[in-house]
Structures are given as structure tokens and as C-alpha cells.
Nanobody
């Protein structure tokens, strides 16, 4: 049974930083078919992918909206994936979720950043950025 537990959300001012953590159980990070992603959903908006990682190959994927500001990483010893968020903006305010699933390493970036690609989800952690 895959379980994902997020932590690290909070409130920051514009330009600040936060690091989110997603502790995974029942999901082996060293498998090259295993992917984890970070998604966010603001009220009234669709859930969007902000980062994904092939945890077996440590290859990362980002949309243009966060590239250069957000970094996804992993710690295999702790079976945890992180999302470092820098230069935060008010429009980054949302509930942030981590997700995991077994996917093809040949998947497109759009597939890896689509919430429909993942079946395992954490409970979410709130990020609020004030101006």
C-alpha cells in the first residue's frame, strides 16, 4: 500500500522560500519506472503539475511557470521527495500535493505533469504567499 505524507507548507511573504517534503512508504524510489510529482490547486482552479521526478534515474521535469524557481529532489535513504520553492509569488498560493505512480520512462513531460497520470496522492499541504 502506497502512502504519501506531505509537510512543510506555511505562510511566507513574496520573494520568500519554502521546502515541502513528501515521505513515501510502499513506493521504492530506486525503480526507474517510478515517478513522483508535486501538484498544486488553488480555489476554483484545476490541479496543475509543478514538478516531477523519475526517482530511479533522478531526472526532473518542470513547467515553464516555475522553472528556475522550484527544484524537486529526493533522498533515497529517507524515501522522501522534496520541493524547494524560491522567489515565491502570491500566485503560487495553493494547496500542494505530492503524487506517485509507475509510469513509462518514455512518457512525455505533459504526461508526467498531468494529475491524471498518478493514482497515489498525499493529503496536501497549504502554501500561502502574501504580497
Amino acid at each position: 500500500q502506497v502512502q504519501l505524507v506531505e509537510s512543510g507548507g506555511g505562510s511566507v511573504q513574496t520573494g520568500g522560500s519554502l521546502r515541502l517534503s513528501c515521505a513515501a512508504s510502499g513506493f521504492v524510489l530506486s525503480d526507474i519506472y517510478h515517478f513522483m510529482g508535486w501538484f498544486r490547486q488553488a480555489p476554483g482552479k484545476e490541479r496543475e503539475g509543478v514538478a516531477a521526478i523519475n526517482t530511479g534515474r533522478n531526472t526532473t521535469y518542470y513547467p515553464d511557470s516555475v522553472r528556475g524557481r522550484f527544484t524537486i529532489s529526493q533522498d533515497n535513504a529517507k524515501n522522501t521527495v522534496y520541493l524547494q520553492m524560491n522567489s515565491l509569488k502570491p500566485e503560487d498560493t495553493a494547496m500542494y500535493y505530492c503524487a506517485a505512480d509507475r509510469l513509462s520512462p518514455a512518457s512525455t513531460v505533459n504526461t508526467l505533469l498531468s494529475s491524471r497520470s498518478y493514482n497515489y496522492w498525499g493529503q496536501g499541504t497549504q502554501v500561502t504567499v502574501s504580497s
